[in-house]
């Protein structure tokens, strides 16, 4: 009978606790943070991830945003395949541009400041930006970020300019936008946790369960 009593007790401490729980681990969390970072392991590996795993874990919102990212790398790759004339154009004046600086930077006295080359540098990236958005794909950066100087202006992702920026070059495969949909959801999902955990209701009642163990330590003898 005391055992049943304690048992009892410990129900009615715990029953907020363990129904928080059952919700947070039981069949409503659908997606299981354990698989998805058994997926980006594999990927880590260079061992394959399917379409259905992908399917089975993100669901099928989560196959979708493969497909339209996917859609849009390989529409990425078919623009880069041929460089345009504006393109080309842009890459004389941009060389015209460095090759004025050059100058300045060794003899500066007889030589005029580089400013307005690279100024006409920007206009022309905004024009092509502006008239040909899909060519924005050829470009290391915005023209919002560019400033009139070597270091400034945008550079075509083909240079091997020392300015060129590197974190927009690289092209995606498959494997890295699979990575990159499984990492975004788990920290979507780690961070949603972390913020159920930290509720107030979340922290009495892990305070209530504290409280629960500590009596049954004391009133348990065996």
């Given amino acids: 009978m005391f055992f049943i009593r304690v048992f ?9 606790w363990l129904v928080w729980n059952i919700w ?14 058994k997926l980006i392991a594999k990927l880590d590996k260079n061992e394959a991830v399917s379409i259905r795993d992908l399917e089975n874990t993100l669901g099928i919102e989560g196959k979708k945003k493969y497909e339209e990212l996917w859609a849009k790398e390989k529409a990425r790759r078919e623009i880069l395949k041929h460089k345009p004339q504006v393109i080309k154009d842009y890459d004389e004046l ?42 924005a794909e050829w470009f290391d950066r915005l023209p919002s970020t560019t400033s009139a100087d070597a270091e400034g202006v945008a550079r075509l ?8 920026k590197i974190e927009n070059i690289k092209l995606a495969d498959k494997e890295d936008i699979k990575r990159g949909l499984l990492s975004d959801e788990l920290v979507r999902l780690k961070k949603e946790q972390e913020a159920r955990e930290n509720t107030p209701e979340a922290i009495a009642n892990k305070e ?15």
């Fill in 208 to 222: 209530k369960l504290k409280l629960m163990l500590a009596k049954l330590k004391t009133t348990t003898r065996f």
């Fill in 94 to 135: 941009i060389k015209q541009a460095d090759f004025a600086n050059n100058k300045y930077l060794k003899s500066k006295i007889n030589q005029p400041n580089p400013t307005k080359n690279y100024e006409a540098v920007i206009n022309l990236h905004r024009k092509i930006v502006n008239e040909y958005a899909t060519l």
């Fill in 24 to 37: 947070e681990f039981g069949t409503m969390r659908e997606i299981s943070t354990a698989k998805i970072e």
């Fill in 157 to 164: 992702i083909t240079s091997r300019s020392e300015y060129k």
């Fill in 8 to 16: 009892a007790s410990a129900l009615r401490l715990s029953k907020t």
